[in-house]
C-alpha cells in the first residue's frame, strides 16, 4: 500500500529536470579536469564505451545491472542523447529511491538487523523523499527533530538502533550529516584536530533527555504479570518520546565528571535556546545555510559514490588534516547543491553527465584526479539486486505482490548480508573486500544455482527460449551478464564449448556460471 | 623492537639483574638469556574459545555457594584437586581439574549483551567507529598458520566478533551448522569434478580477456582470493569439518550433542594447524527457569568440554593448545521471581587450559554469597594480556584504526604470573 503512495508521489510532485544541455554543474567539473590534467601533464583515458557506461550508471543509480532488455534498446539506440535520457530515466525509476533509501539506512542503521529497529519502516520513510526529491536538509531536519513514538514515526528508528543515548547520536550527527569524526573527543581533546571534550559534549546535550513517556518497565511487568520480552518491547515503541529541555549533558571523562551545556560546533558560548526544543534548534544549526560542513558533507560523499573517491577522504573525516583533492570544484559544487534546494537527484544528475563520470576504465590507472573511470567491488546491495535480476526474481514477483517480493528479497538479504558485509560501515574501499566465504558462496552457493538454473524463469532459460540460434544465445548471456556482446576471441571458445556439448543447456548454464563469477561481472568499472 | 612475547621492562630488568650479579655477560650469553625468557612464552600455538552465549551463571558453574541465600539448587562437588570444588552438574570436568584453571573473579561493567559480548572478545568497549578486531582474528593474523589451505581463524555456531580494523582477511570462517558439511565447501550436486574444471577453464578466459585491458590491483586481489578458496575446495585437509569420521565411541563421549560435535570438530581443526576456533553455545541467558535450562545446558557441556580437554592431553597437543572457556558476564546472585537469573557483570567465571596455563587452581575468589569479587579482581584486559603471552604476542603492539590512532593489541592489562607455567 505505501508502494501505491510512492507511485502517486512520483508522478504528482517530482521536479522535472530541463532536458537536453549539460547541467552547468557538468561542464564545471570537466573545465575543472580539464585544466588539472593539462598542468599536471596527466592523460585521461577514453570516453567509455556505451555498454560501459550503461552498466555503470545502472550501477551507481539504480544499484542493479540492466537487464536483457534494457541493454538492448540501449545499446541499439543511434539517439546521440541517449546517454542524457537514459540518466533520466533511471533516477525517475522506483530503483532509485529504493536504492538509496538502502545505501542510507545501512549508513543510519546498520547493517543488522536489531530487535528493537523497525528497518523497513525507516527505510519506506527514507524512500518517500528520495522518490519525491525532498531536499536534504529537509530529510535530515526531519531527522534530527523528530516526534512521537518508535511507532509511528520511522526516522526514530535511528533514536531506537542508538537506544536513546546522546553520545552516539552526537557521534553519527557528526559523521553522517557534517563529515566530521567528533570520536576521539569523547574522551579527550582530540591530540591534532580543533575539537575539544566541550564540542563532543555540546552536541550531545542537544540529545540528552530523551526516553519514553511512563516508561517504567518494572511496573509495567509487575501489573501486566507475565508479560514477555517480546510483547513489552512492542508496547515500549508505542510510547511518545519525551524530551525535558535541560540544556545540560552530563559526562563522565577523564576519571572526572562535568556537565556540559548544548553549544554548536565552531560557537564558544552554549547555544541560546529560546523556548524551542533542543533538536529543533540543532536540526536549525546543522541545516542553515551558513553550516560550513552540512552541504559539503553530503556533496562530498555523493561525489565520493560516484566518482570511487572523494575529494576528501574518509568522507565522514573532513577535517582540518585531510587532503582536499580539488577545494574549488568541491566549493562550487555545494554552492550549486544549496542554490538548487539541496537536490540529491539534481546533484547526480550532473555528476552522471560529465564527461569525467562517464571516462572509461579500460587501461588507466585510477588517481586523485578521477582521469580514469572508477572500479570497485560490488556492495552488498548491487551484488543481490543484480543476481535477482538475472535469476529474474526481481521483474516476476514485483509485478505480482509487493509483500511477497519484499519479505523473500529481505530473506535473502539477511541470510547472505554478514558475509559481505563491511567491518566498518564506513562505505567504500578501493580494495577488493572480498573473503573466501564470499567466494565460496559464489562459486557454489545457491544464490549463483538459482541464477543459471536453465529450467527456471531466469537468465537461462529466457536466452534459451527467445534465441534458436547458438551466437545469439551467447550474445544474449553475455548481455544479461555483462551488458555487452562477446569479443571475436571469447565467442570462439563459447562456440566450440557449446557445440562439443551438442547444444545443451548444460553449456550455457557453465557460461553464465563463469561469467557470475568474473571480475567483469563481481565489479563496478 | 620488542622480543617476541617479552615486554621492553622485564628484558630491562634482566639486564639490570645480570649487572648487579656481577657478571660480565658476554652479549651472546645475553641473547641466550633472553631467548631462554622468550621460550616460555609462546607455549600455545593455537587456541579453542568455548563462547557461552547469554552470560553463564557462575555460582551454578564454576563458583557454587552452597547453603547460601544464593546459591540456588545446585550444590558443589569435589574434583580431582582437593579443596577446589564446582557444581555437581559437572562431574566429568571435575576429573579434569589438574590441567583447569579457574578464574573466579573476572569483573567488568558492561550488562548489554550485545556491548559486553563486543568488550570481552575484543578486550575494548565499543566506541564509535573504530571496530575492534577479535581476539580470534588478532591470534589469525600474529600467529604463523601451519595449515596451507584452512583458514587460520574459524568460527563454529556464531558469526564470533570480526576481525573490524585488522580487515577481512582475518574475518572468522563460520560454520554453521557442525552436523552437515560447511556451505558452499563442496561443489553443488549436480556438478562432476570434470564439469567444475570446465567451469574454471571458462572464468579463466573471461578473466583473462578482462584483465587485459584493465589493470588495475583489485581484479588480482580478487584472483587470488578466490584461488584460496578453490585451494580450500580442493584440500585434502578439508576432512578436518567431517566429524562423522571420527569412531562412534569418541562421537559418543563427547556427547554426540551440538555442542559435543562441535568441540570435536575444533579439536580436528586444531589438529590440521587452524590458529583459532571459537565454539559458540547458546541458551544461557536465563531469566527464568535458570536451573531447568542450565542444569541440561551443563550435561551437555560436561562431557563435550571434558572430552575436549582429555582428547587433547591424549594426543599430545594440550601443551600447545589454549583452551578458554566464558562468556560475556555472570548471573545475579540473587534469584527472580521467574526462577531465574539476570545479568552480572561485576563477578563472573572464565576457565582456562592447556597452552602453557597452569591448571590445577583457582585464581581470585568472591565473597560467601557471590556479589563482589573479594581478592585479585581480573579484567579482561588482565586476560588478554596473560592470553597474549601464552602465544607469544606481543600485547603492546599497535595496528592503525581507520582514524589513524594506534589501537594496541590489548589496553593496558597486566599478565596474571601465577597463571602461567
Known sequence: MKRAFVLILLVVVVPSIQPAEPPVAALRIDSSYATIWKEKGIVSTQRSSDEEFLRRISLDLTGRIPTLDQSLVFLESKDPGKREKLIRQLLDSAEYGEYFAALWTNLILGHEKERFVDREAFQDWFEERIASDTGWDRIVSLLISAEGSFQDTPQLNWFA????????????????????????????????????????????????????????????????????????????RTLPLKQDSDPNVFAEVQGGRKTYPAKFLLTPQPAHLSGESKRKALA????????????????????????????????????????????????????????????????????????????????????????????????????????????????????????????????????????????????????????????????????????IRPLSDGATSIVLRRYPDTELRLDGLFLTAVSRRPFPAEKKVMLKYVEQRGDAAAAYEDILWALLNSNEFLFNH | MNHRGVCECSRRELLRWSWRAGAALSFSQLLGITALFAQNAGKAKSCILLWMAGGPSQID???????????????????????????????????????????????????????????????????????????????????????????????????????????????????????????????????????????????????????????????????????????????????????????????????????????????????????????????????????????????ELDPAFSSLIRDLRETGLLETTLVIWMGEFGRTPEINANAGRDHWPQAWCAVLAGGGIRGGQVIGTTDSKGYEVEQQPIRVPDLYATLSQCLGIDANKAHSSPLGRPIRIVDHGNVISTLLI
Not at chain 1, 546522546?166 to 575539537?195: S, V, Y
Not at chain 2, 563454529?156 to 566478533?161: A, D, E, K, Q, Y
Request: proline residues 5%; neutral net charge; contains cysteine.
Open chain 1, 161 to 236: 538502533r542508538q537506544k536513546l543515548n546522546p553520545n552516539n547520536l552526537a557521534d553519527d550527527t557528526a559523521r553522517l550529516f557534517l563529515g566530521i569524526q567528533l570520536g576521539c573527543a569523547r574522551c579527550h581533546n582530540h591530540p591534532h584536530d580543533q575539537w575539544k571534550l566541550e564540542d563532543f559534549y555540546g552536541l550531545a546535550a542537544f540529545y540528552s533527555g530523551m526516553k519514553p513517556e511512563r516508561f517504567d518497565p518494572i511496573e509495567k511487568m509487575k501489573a501486566r504479570e507475565l508479560k514477555s520480552q517480546k510483547e513489552l518491547e512492542e508496547f515500549r
Open chain 1, 284 to 451: 536549525k544549526w546543522v541545516t542553515a545555510p551558513d553550516n560550513p560542513f552540512f552541504a559539503k558533507a553530503l556533496v562530498n560523499r555523493v561525489w565520493g559514490m560516484m566518482m570511487g573517491k572523494g575529494f576528501v577522504e574518509p568522507v565522514d573525516d573532513m577535517g582540518s588534516l585531510s587532503d582536499n583533492s580539488n577545494p574549488e570544484l568541491l566549493a562550487f559544487l555545494t554552492e550549486d547543491f544549496k542554490q538548487h534546494g539541496y537536490s540529491l537527484r539534481l546533484l547526480l544528475w550532473a555528476i552522471a553527465n560529465s564527461k569525467t563520470y562517464q571516462l572509461s576504465s579500460r587501461g588507466g590507472t585510477e588517481g586523485i584526479y578521477y582521469q580514469c573511470g572508477k572500479v570497485e567491488m560490488l556492495n552488498a546491495d548491487q551484488t543481490l539486486n543484480s543476481f535477482l535480476v538475472i535469476t529474474n526474481v526481481d521483474e516476476k514477483l514485483r509485478s505480482r505482490n509487493r509483500g511477497d517480493y519484499e519479505e523473500k528479497r529481505d530473506l535473502i538479504y539477511r541470510h547472505h548480508v554478514f558475509l559481505f558485509d563491511n567491518d566498518d560501515n564506513r562505505g567504500k574501499e578501493t580494495e577488493f573486500r572480498g573473503t573466501i566465504s564470499q567466494a565460496l558462496f559464489l562459486l557454489n552457493g545457491k544464490m549463483t544455482n538459482e541464477a
Open chain 2, 61 to 299: 558453574t564454576f563458583d557454587p555457594k552452597p547453603g547460601t541465600p544464593t546459591g540456588g539448587e545446585f550444590k558443589g562437588i569435589s574434583t580431582t584437586v582437593p579443596g577446589i570444588q564446582i557444581c555437581e552438574h559437572l562431574p566429568l570436568l571435575a576429573k579434569e581439574m589438574k590441567d583447569l584453571a579457574i578464574l573466579r573473579s573476572m569483573t567488568s561493567r558492561e550488562g548489554n549483551h550485545d556491548r559486553a559480548r563486543y568488550y570481552v572478545h575484543t578486550g575494548y568497549a565499543s566506541a564509535g567507529v573504530t571496530q575492534h578486531p577479535s581476539f580470534g582474528a588478532v591470534v589469525a593474523k600474529e600467529l604463523v598458520s601451519q595449515s596451507q589451505t584452512l583458514p587460520a581463524f574459524i568460527s563454529i555456531n556464531g558469526p564470533s566478533v570480526g576481525a573490524g580494523l585488522l580487515g577481512v582477511n582475518f574475518a572468522p570462517f563460520v560454520i554453521r551448522d557442525p552436523d552437515k558439511t560447511p556451505e558452499n565447501l563442496g561443489r553443488s550436486r549436480h556438478v562432476t569434478r570434470e564439469r567444475f574444471e570446465q567451469r574454471q577453464e571458462l572464468l579463466e578466459v573471461l578473466n583473462a580477456n578482462f584483465d587485459a585491458t584493465h589493470p588495475q590491483p583489485e581484479f588480482h586481489k580478487k584472483e587470488q582470493i578466490y584461488q584460496r578458496a578453490l585451494d580450500l575446495m580442493n584440500s585434502p585437509a578439508l576432512t578436518a569439518f567431517d566429524v562423522s569420521r571420527e569412531n562412534d565411541t569418541i562421537r559418543q563421549r563427547y556427547g554426540n550433542t551440538k555442542i559435543g560435535n562441535s568441540c570435536l570438530m575444533a579439536r580436528r581443526l586444531i589438529q590440521n594447524g587452524v590458529k583459532f576456533v571459537e565454539v559458540e553455545m547458546d541458551g544461557w541467558d536465563t531469566h527464568r527457569d535458570n536451573f531447568k535450562t542450565t542444569r541440561r545446558l551443563l550435561s
